[in-house]
């Protein structure tokens, strides 16, 4: 079959490779007919991710139509149309049983490189890395999918593909993200980028009940999006401080949540601290550009809390972890539990609530996905959300 393979920093290509086989009862084969590009992926594309392999297949926002099944998947059968989440996990261990399902206790074989790493081993995850269990991801044209009985989300209305495709990862993350928030009443949330997760996190902050929402990044498509279907107010940190708009907008209190949609490759109009982290990624003796991290918890009001969907890879610094003692700040964090959200939010899409096709920017062929990493790395052409259909 043909798949998108990693190949080293800034290297990826179409590759044939040897079509997946059932290897154990519980897995599914599913040819795939959409796969995204996340964020997630611009980091292992960017070199940030430890553990990568040359020929490591990509891809951990698939959907599609189930080919096989094992002996002991009996939810699914040939045919089922389904998305598959990007975490892999068993049901049945102590986390899973917690609906903690990316703290998958099995689903990892690399557990040990995780765990010397950080403490304990997550969830095994698809195209993403051998610390989280090296498997094959779904930016190809078939999928083996373990656990296929605890993870594949069955669609079995006619919803559009583009509708539901965002559940196996993007419309779960940003939900999450701003559930962690804690929203109370008259809540003003913040939150950091306008990428495809931040649009999600501003849907999910209406949902939940946000008074107010505000959202920075400096990209004017990405603005216009979080404006006009986000109803969000927005602020570009390429033209204003952060700090002083945020603390002007709300009388000098701060947001009362924050939400740190960027993650490990922040980007900064040369805040000291963003500077130091350039070069110090750039000369292998930094992990993370934690910029954003740092700015909501200065920005955060007394009391509230931080909401990070944002991915961290090792060590970022600097943290101002006396601010965030001395405020009294709660944080909150994580791969997405995507199996506790999955079927609740397909309801919100079936009842008309959301449209989550509305972040896609871009549908290509899978041959044409090297061409759209770099464009969507970029931010070139109004690149916002690729959808590949092998
Ligand atoms: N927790 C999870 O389970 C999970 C799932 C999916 C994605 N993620 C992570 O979420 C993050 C966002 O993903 P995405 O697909 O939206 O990525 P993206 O790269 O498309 O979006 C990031 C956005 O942040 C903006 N940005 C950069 N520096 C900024 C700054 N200083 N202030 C404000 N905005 C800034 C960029 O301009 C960009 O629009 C990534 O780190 C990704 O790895 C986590
Ligand atoms: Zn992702
Ligand atoms: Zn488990």
């Keep these: 079959m043909k798949a998108l393979c990693w190949h ?55 959907m599609g139509e189930v080919v096989e ?51 304990h081993s997550p ?15 779904g930016q190809a044209e078939y999928l083996r999918v373990p656990f296929a009985d605890v993870g594949p989300l069955k669609i079995e209305s006619e919803l559009p593909e583009e509708q539901v495709l965002f559940l196996s990862d993007i ?16 809540d003003t949330v ?14 999910s902050a209406w949902m939940l009940g946000a008074a107010r929402v505000i959202a920075i990044d400096r990209v004017p498509e990405r603005l216009k999006m979080a404006e006009q279907q986000g109803r969000a107010e927005t602020i570009n940190f390429s033209e204003t401080d952060v700090y002083d708009r945020l603390q002007e907008m709300t009388k000098g209190r701060g947001p009362d949540r924050c939400i740190d949609a960027v993650g490990c490759e922040a980007h900064s109009t040369g805040a000291v601290d963003a500077v130091l982290d350039k070069v110090k990624t750039a000369v292998m003796l930094g992990t993370d550009r934690a910029h954003v991290l740092r700015e909501a ?31 009294g700040l709660t944080m ?8 506790r959200y999955m079927k609740p939010l397909l309801k919100k899409i079936e009842a008309g609530e959301i449209d989550p096709s509305f972040v896609i920017t871009h549908r290509v ?3 044409d996905a090297p061409e759209m990493y770099k464009t969507f790395r970029d931010k070139k052409d109004g690149c916002i959300k690729v959808v590949l259909k092998p």
């Design 190 to 203: 913040a939150i950091w980028g306008c990428g495809p997760v931040a649009q999600f996190a501003i849907q």
């Design 332 to 339: 909150k964090t994580g791969q997405t539990h995507m199996q």
């Design 123 to 137: 969830a095994g995850l698809f195209g993403f890395s051998h610390m989280m269990g090296g498997f094959p991801g």
């Design 171 to 186: 419309f779960p993350t940003g939900y999450m993200a701003a559930e962690n928030c804690g929203i109370e009443e008259g």
């Design 8 to 62: 080293g920093t800034g290297d990826v290509r179409i590759d044939k490779v040897p079509d997946p086989k059932i290897e154990n009862p519980r897995d599914a084969i599913v040819r795939i007919t959409a796969s995204g590009i996340c964020g997630s992926d611009l980091h292992l594309f960017d070199g940030f991710m430890p553990t990568m392999e040359d020929g490591d297949i990509l891809g951990h926002e698939p």
């Design 297 to 327: 918890i200065m920005c955060c009001r007394k009391g509230g809390t931080i909401s990070v969907p944002g991915a961290y890879v090792g060590f970022p610094d600097k943290l101002p972890f006396g601010a965030f003692m001395n405020k």
């Design 69 to 119: 099944v094992g002996s002991a998947v009996h939810n699914l059968k040939k045919g089922d149309r389904v998305v598959v989440p990007f975490t892999i996990s068993c049901g049945d261990c102590f986390f899973c049983k917690k609906t903690l399902f990316s703290c998958c206790d099995t689903s990892n074989p690399n557990a040990e490189i995780a765990r010397k790493a950080m403490g």
């Design 365 to 367: 062929k899978l041959d």
